[in-house]
C-alpha cells in the first residue's frame, strides 16, 4: 500500500474517535506528488466527445448481447437523463446478474454499509488525511483479518465481480466492503458496493483516486476494505488487487472492448486533493542568501603585533 495524500497523519487513530481498536500509525512511505494539480477544488468537465461517450448519448436501448453471451451493456442515456450526471452515489444494483458465470454469489449492500462512513470519506470539515488512514496493520483487528483472508479465499469469482460492476457502471471504479457490517438477510458474509472514480474524486483522497484512476479494468478488480470509527467520523482502509478471471475476461472480451472505448483517456481522470505538497527549494541551494555583515571587526592581531614592535629613534619625539 502506498502513502501520500491519503490518510497516516494528523494524530493517531484514536484522537480521530476510532477508538481501542488496538491499532497504531505506522509510517507510511511518502509519494512524489504532482504540482500542477491547480485548484483543488476546480471542478473539471470533460470534452465534449468523451461526454458524449460516458453517458451513452446517442445509445437509447441497452446494448445487445454478443453471439457467444447472453451478456448485456444498459444504457447510460435513462439513468443521467433522471439523475443528472453529479449525483454523488448511486447503489442501484447492476442491470445483470453474474451467477451464470461465477458460483458465489455476493451481497450488495446498495450503501447501507457505507452509511456508517459518509462523514469519513466525504467529509469536508477535516482534510482527507485526518479523516482516512492508511498503512494500520490487519492482524490487529480480526474482523479486518478475516474479510480480508475471504476476499483471497473467493478471488476467482470476486474477480468476475469485479468485471462485471465494471461493466453494468461502464465506468473505472472498486469494491469497497465494510468489516463491521453484515446484511440482516446474509449474516454470514461481507456485503459490497461499487463506487466509481467521479464518486471517489469527492473523498480528496490521493490513493483512493489514483488506484482506481491507474489500473487495467479489464485485468484487475481493485478492493477496499475498511474498518470505520465509532463515532463515525475516521475510518482506517486497506486495498487489495485481484486478477480477472482469463476465461471470463476472454469470453467478454467482445464487451469489454466496447466499455474501453467509451471511457475517457487518461489524463483526463484529474485527482482532486485538499492540499498540495509544499514547494521545496533546489538541493545545495539557500532558500535566503546569506548578507554580508555591516560591521567588520578590527584586526586585533595587527594592533598587537604593533604595540609589541620596538620603536625606532626618530619615533620618539
Known amino acids: 500500500m502506498g502513502g501520500g495524500g491519503g490518510g497516516g497523519g494528523g494524530g493517531s487513530w484514536g484522537d480521530s474517535g476510532m477508538g481501542a481498536t488496538g491499532f497504531s500509525p505506522i509510517a507510511e512511505e511518502e509519494e512524489e506528488e504532482d504540482d500542477n494539480y491547480g485548484d483543488p477544488r476546480r ?55 453474474m451467477n451464470e458465470y461465477t458460483n458465489v454469489k455476493f451481497i450488495d ?9 459518509n462523514n469519513a470519506l466525504f467529509g469536508r470539515m477535516r482534510k482527507a488525511k485526518e479523516r482516512i488512514y492508511w498503512g494500520f ?37 472498486a469494491l469497497f466492503v465494510n468489516a463491521d457490517y453484515r446484511s440482516p438477510k446474509n449474516p454470514n458474509e461481507p456485503a459490497f458496493d461499487w463506487l466509481t472514480f467521479d464518486q471517489l474524486q469527492q473523498t480528496r483522497d490521493k490513493i483512493l483516486q489514483e488506484s482506481v484512476a491507474f489500473y487495467d479494468p479489464s485485468a484487475q478488480v481493485i478492493v477496499f476494505i475498511f474498518l470505520p470509527s465509532p463515532s463515525g467520523n475516521s475510518v482506517a482502509m486497506w486495498r487489495r488487487k485481484i486478477n480477472v478471471p482469463n476465461n471470463i475476461r476472454l469470453m467478454l472480451q467482445a464487451e469489454i472492448n466496447l466499455v474501453l472505448t467509451g471511457l475517457r483517456k487518461d489524463n483526463e481522470y484529474l485527482v482532486h486533493v485538499d492540499e498540495l505538497p509544499s514547494k521545496t527549494a533546489p538541493k545545495n541551494v539557500s532558500p ?21 614592535r620596538p620603536r625606532r629613534w626618530w619615533q620618539l619625539f
Not at 68 to 87: D, E, F, R
Not at 109 to 117: E, F, K, P, T
Not at 288 to 308: E, G, I, N, S, V
Request: charged letters at 20%; proline letters at 8%.
Open 43 to 97: 471542478v473539471h468537465f470533460s470534452p465534449k466527445a468523451a461526454l458524449k461517450r460516458m453517458m451513452g448519448i446517442g445509445r437509447h436501448a441497452p446494448i445487445p448481447p454478443t453471439k457467444n453471451t447472453s451478456y448485456s451493456l444498459p444504457s447510460k442515456t435513462l439513468t443521467h437523463a433522471v439523475k443528472g450526471t453529479t449525483t454523488a452515489l448511486d447503489y442501484n444494483i447492476p442491470h445483470n446478474k
Open 109 to 117: 449492500s446498495r450503501g447501507m454499509a457505507l452509511d456508517a462512513v
Open 137 to 173: 496493520s490487519p492482524d490487529k483487528d480480526e474482523r479486518v483479518s478475516s474479510v480480508i483472508s475471504w476476499v483471497q479465499v473467493v478471488n476467482y469469482s470476486l474477480g468476475s465481480y469485479g468485471l462485471h460492476r465494471f461493466l453494468q457502471s461502464q465506468e473505472r471504479g
Open 288 to 308: 535566503h542568501p546569506m548578507q554580508a555583515p555591516l560591521y567588520t571587526a578590527p584586526d586585533l592581531a595587527r594592533q598587537m603585533d604593533k604595540m609589541q
